[in-house]
């Protein structure tokens, strides 16, 4: 298991991972690293206004919010804090179809606002039909 994790610039994610590294492409909007378990799966976070956010205070990495492997065997779950590794709580079958259906929802709100009001009216008109 690893505690610690520092934080690793790309441009690109590298296909071999390295324990201990949280990859960040800025330029893609995404961070990669291996789960902390010890299991080997990698770990995909897409960082943007709906999804992580990855802060570097004190130069140490922090990612909101938690992490839940729900589809790796392991299923573990944890935050990554100013570059430690918190583990918290494992989740049941519901919590993670709630949490699931909770980030639909911040992804449609958000992305709806981002329509333009002709795309929403034209929508409006073929659901009439």
């Not at 934080?7 to 590298?14: C, E, G, S, Y």
């Not at 100013?82 to 709580?89: D, F, K, L």
């Not at 919590?95 to 709806?112: D, N, P, W």
Request: hydrophobic share 30%.
């Amino acid at each position: 298991m690893t505690n610690k994790i520092k934080l690793k610039r790309v441009h690109f994610i590298p296909k071999e991972l390295e324990t201990g590294i949280l990859y960040y492409s800025e330029e893609f909007y995404v961070g990669a690293h291996l789960c902390p378990c010890g299991c080997g799966n990698k770990v995909i976070t897409t960082i943007g206004p709906t999804d992580w956010k990855i802060s570097e205070p004190n130069g140490k990495p922090t990612l909101y919010p938690s992490i839940g492997n729900w589809q790796s065997p392991c299923r573990s779950h944890y935050w990554i804090r100013n570059g430690v590794i918190v583990w918290a709580e494992k989740w049941t079958q519901k919590e993670i179809e709630e949490g699931r259906k909770e980030t639909e929802k911040r992804h449609t709100s958000y992305y709806r606002k981002k329509k333009s009001i002709f795309l929403r009216i034209k929508e409006w008109f073929l659901s009439k039909e």
